[in-house]
């Protein structure tokens, strides 16, 4: 152990939390949306063996729909992941945060480093989560991996209408405009007291430690990295499948 009693970076173990209770409204009718099929197999697995590809990740909790518990229990128990990866099933909640919130707590003791990552981003390169995992232990309480922004954003007025044309109030300045991916990664003290102090809905997890005043860092994000998130979306995981068994030699 270091002097101030956190464990030295090699000491330290880390777990990926999955939020996957969501039912993927916006990609449309069907079964909830981490457990879609990409390619034959449910999109929850293939975040799972994201996760597990890490050889830092030693346990995945996996957060599931609430009434879909057992059924990702069996899932997990068909498709095989490193004999390294222990794995949890806990059912989730009506928000993601609340979600991520019951995964932290189903955490055991022993863990020091935890990776949120969304079911819907089943493509991360596993050198990606690599260098998250690296961040944090290398002392930033939070890292986030991003990308810069290919469109020009413009702040409105949300118009009252669906519909409607929304008046533009600003444009923030691109390039100092990165877009969020996940996984994001974390001492586990510090998104414990996050998920503590901060009571109102946020879209992420690291601006809750953002708002307890504390250093969050960017890292690279990567491409493949894209949340699933409209019908789109799965046209293109497919591709990217498609593109890795081709590069695989398959
Ligand atoms: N109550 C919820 C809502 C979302 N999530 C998870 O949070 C991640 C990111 O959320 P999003 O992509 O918005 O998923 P959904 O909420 O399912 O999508 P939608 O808003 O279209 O319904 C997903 O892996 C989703 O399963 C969760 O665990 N619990
Ligand atoms: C956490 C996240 O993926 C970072 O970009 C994103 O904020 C999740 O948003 P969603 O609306 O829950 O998909």
């Given at each position: 152990m270091s002097d101030d009693s956190r464990p030295s970076p090699s000491e330290a173990r880390t777990a990926a939390v999955i939020p996957a209770a969501g039912r993927g409204v916006r990609l449309g009718p069907g079964a909830p949306k981490a457990l879609r099929a990409l390619n034959g197999t449910p999109m929850l697995i293939h975040a799972v063996r994201a996760m597990a590809a890490s050889r830092a990740v030693s346990l995945v909790v996996v957060v599931a729909p609430p009434d879909g518990a057992a059924e990702v229990k069996t899932l997990l128990d068909a498709h095989a992941l490193p004999e390294r990866t222990d794995f949890l099933v806990v059912p989730g909640g009506d928000s993601r945060q609340e979600s991520v919130r019951i995964g932290l707590d189903a955490l055991p003791p022993g863990i020091d480093i935890v990776l949120v990552h969304d079911a819907?981003?089943?493509?991360?390169p596993v050198d990606t989560v690599d260098a998250v995992i690296e961040a944090v232990r290398d002392g930033a309480p939070a890292v986030v991996p991003a990308l810069p922004l290919a469109d020009t954003v413009k702040q409105v007025e949300p118009?009252?209408?669906?519909g409607e044309p929304e008046p533009v109030v600003a444009t923030p300045e691109?390039?100092?405009?990165r877009a969020v991916q996940t996984p994001q990664g974390f001492d586990r003290d510090t998104l414990v007291r996050a998920h503590e102090t901060v009571t109102e809905n946020v879209t992420d997890d690291a601006s809750m430690v953002e708002q307890l005043g504390l250093r969050v860092v960017v890292v690279p994000g990567h491409?493949?990295?894209?949340?699933?998130?409209?019908?789109?979306d799965l046209v293109l995981a497919e591709a990217v499948l498609a593109r890795r068994r081709l590069n695989d030699g398959f």
């Amino acid at each position: 152990m270091s002097d101030d009693s956190r464990p030295s970076p090699s000491e330290a173990r880390t777990a990926a939390v999955i939020p996957a209770a969501g039912r993927g409204v916006r990609l449309g009718p069907g079964a909830p949306k981490a457990l879609r099929a990409l390619n034959g197999t449910p999109m929850l697995i293939h975040a799972v063996r994201a996760m597990a590809a890490s050889r830092a990740v030693s346990l995945v909790v996996v957060v599931a729909p609430p009434d879909g518990a057992a059924e990702v229990k069996t899932l997990l128990d068909a498709h095989a992941l490193p004999e390294r990866t222990d794995f949890l099933v806990v059912p989730g909640g009506d928000s993601r945060q609340e979600s991520v919130r019951i995964g932290l707590d189903a955490l055991p003791p022993g863990i020091d480093i935890v990776l949120v990552h969304d079911a819907a981003r089943p493509l991360v390169p596993v050198d990606t989560v690599d260098a998250v995992i690296e961040a944090v232990r290398d002392g930033a309480p939070a890292v986030v991996p991003a990308l810069p922004l290919a469109d020009t954003v413009k702040q409105v007025e949300p118009a009252g209408v669906a519909g409607e044309p929304e008046p533009v109030v600003a444009t923030p300045e691109r390039a100092l405009l990165r877009a969020v991916q996940t996984p994001q990664g974390f001492d586990r003290d510090t998104l414990v007291r996050a998920h503590e102090t901060v009571t109102e809905n946020v879209t992420d997890d690291a601006s809750m430690v953002e708002q307890l005043g504390l250093r969050v860092v960017v890292v690279p994000g990567h491409e493949e990295a894209f949340k699933v998130t409209r019908p789109l979306d799965l046209v293109l995981a497919e591709a990217v499948l498609a593109r890795r068994r081709l590069n695989d030699g398959f």
